[in-house]
């Protein structure tokens, strides 16, 4: 009951929680369009090319202004994803190659400018290390009203396109022959998933992001075989798992709030592959056993 008034009436706890809560359950809806069309490592590529963006933004203006941070993560991210799409489309190269070596590309290079800021003369006050494993316990109410605005700008899309958005992430090819342009379709599911990463960077950060967008959408699959059901089942399960690992930092000392989400999302995955009643390994091998014996 303590818990529970402090989340509600204490300032930085419900800063935190809220905005972990706003963070799971954008990255859940959006990431499960990332698993249904098989983009999971996009989500990992483009969350670590955020941090170069950030480092330029920082060395050109001197500032940590959240907006212009953001909008620098935002951009390299986009540059990343339009790379990856001509690595693939011009040059012949699998799409797993190209995600890997943007990937590894663009978050080399922004770790050599993090190292670079931080050897410099401002470097006590820079503290963009942050954006690796994200701070949630700095979050104000304004950022996590900020994060509630961009969320809810792409849940309205997705509301919106529900139907597109369905069409090409199960058959492309279908959505093609009745005239929807599944490419411009695709890049704004990326620009969506976009949004949804530079709200995080701040909360589980660059490195850990990536499990936000993944682990909920390939959790909820386990459970279900209709796209809206998954969404919702996506939602609660990383809104649900923000909260538990925001109540994990703050219950247990020197526990970090992203890595506890993290935690959390990996449990719940597990469980999801073992005892998903649509797709799960335990419920699979029961319905085998069954058709056998029949």
Known sequence: ???????????????????????????????????????????????HS?????????????????????????????IAAWLII?????????????????????????????????????ANKAGLDKFLFGQAASLTMDQAGAMAAVGGF????????????????FDPLYARSIGI????????????LVLAIVIG????????MSAMIIAPGAAARQWTDKLNKMLLIAAAIGSGCGLAGAIISIQV??????????????AVSAISVLFGTARGYVWTQKRRAARLAS
């Open 1 to 47: 009951m303590n818990l529970l008034h402090d989340i509600l009436f204490d300032y930085t706890l419900r800063s935190v929680t809220l905005g972990c809560m706003i963070l799971g359950t954008v990255s859940g809806v959006l990431g499960s369009f990332a698993v249904l069309r098989k983009q999971g490592l996009m989500g990992d590529a483009l969350s």
């Open 50 to 78: 955020a941090l170069p963006g950030i480092c330029v933004v920082y060395m050109l203006t001197g500032e940590k202004t959240p907006i212009l941070l953001m909008a620098g993560a935002g951009l390299a991210c986009m």
């Open 86 to 122: 001509k690595l693939v489309d011009n040059l012949g190269i699998d799409s797993g190659t190209s995600l890997a070596t943007i990937l590894t590309v663009f978050f080399g290079g922004g770790t050599v400018l993090l190292s670079v800021i931080q050897r410099g003369a401002s």
């Open 154 to 169: 792409a849940l309205i899309v997705v509301f919106f396109l529900f139907k597109e958005f369905k069409v090409i992430s």
């Open 181 to 192: 342009n599944d490419q411009r379709l695709g890049a704004l599911l990326t620009g969506l």
């Open 201 to 208: 960077l701040n909360t589980v950060g660059v490195i850990l």
């Open 253 to 266: 000392e020197g526990v970090p709030t992203g890595p506890a989400i993290v935690l959390c999302l990996a």
